[in-house]
């Protein structure tokens, strides 16, 4: 079955570079989507195929997707910012994966 | 605006049976293929099945395949999970969420997830 590893824990200073990575065997090759929950509400979408930010999400969220690693990046990061991140792709074999998430922490 | 409700948690025994529901709003229902996603207490996100809009294509996670089943009614804009054999290890808050399909011909599960519901807490305890 396909895995995607995460940093239990990132912490960022307020206003400066969060990167939070996800890792899997080629997941350069598949599309990697991320997802924030912040405590005791459901996630909301910040990134899909890889770099895509939806509507109504701050241009500060980016997202790439190379080799064995996905990265999300918060540039400039705000107290807001603070939640679990979790990366997710399709894989053929094992249908929908999440990433053991991120707790995201802006000091 | 898209409005997804779940309904139908509670209290189970283990080996016991329980039906989710989430009922949708805010766009054509017909058309998205759907998820039911779970979070047990303090652990992360884990998809637990999909439905293509048409009903006709179905995924489970090895973990309920078998146990569990997926199904909408297209006429009432609503998703269900029929649950049965319940595990301790099933519980969990239950969130049904709205996919956005990206892949090409018939559904795959190429998708993500672009609305979730707030979910219904699933307790199987004796």
């Not at chain 1, 912040?38 to 910040?46: D, E, F, I, S, T």
């Not at chain 2, 989430?22 to 047990?40: D, E, K, L």
């Not at chain 2, 998809?47 to 006709?56: E, K």
């Not at chain 2, 078998?66 to 290890?89: C, H, V």
């Amino acid at each position: 079955s396909y895995e995607l590893t995460q940093p239990l824990s990132v912490s960022v200073a307020l206003g400066q570079t969060a990167r939070i990575s996800c890792g899997g065997n080629n997941i350069g090759t598949k599309n990697v989507h991320w997802y924030q929950q912040k405590p005791g509400q459901a996630p909301v979408l910040v990134i899909y195929r890889d770099s895509n930010r939806p509507s109504g999400i701050p241009e500060r969220f980016s997202g790439s997707n190379s080799g064995n690693t996905a990265t999300l990046t918060i540039t400039g990061a705000q107290a807001g910012d603070e939640a679990d991140y979790y990366c997710q792709v399709w894989d053929s074999s094992t249908a929908k994966v999440f990433g053991t998430g991120t707790k995201v922490t802006v000091l | 605006e898209v409005q997804l409700v779940e309904s139908g948690g509670g209290l189970v025994q283990p080996g016991g049976s329980l039906r989710l529901s989430c009922a949708a709003s805010g766009f054509t229902f017909t058309s998205y293929a759907m998820s039911w996603v779970r979070q047990a207490p303090g652990k992360g996100l884990e998809w637990v099945s999909a439905i293509s809009g048409s009903g006709d294509y179905t995924y489970y996670a090895d973990s309920v395949k078998g146990r569990f089943t997926i199904s909408r009614d297209n006429s009432k804009n609503t998703l269900y999970l029929q649950m049965n054999s319940l595990r301790a290890e099933d519980t969990a808050l239950y969130y049904c969420a709205k996919e956005y399909y990206y892949g090409s011909g018939s559904y795959s599960g190429a998708s993500y997830f672009d609305y979730w519901g707030q979910g219904t807490l699933v307790t199987v305890s004796s």
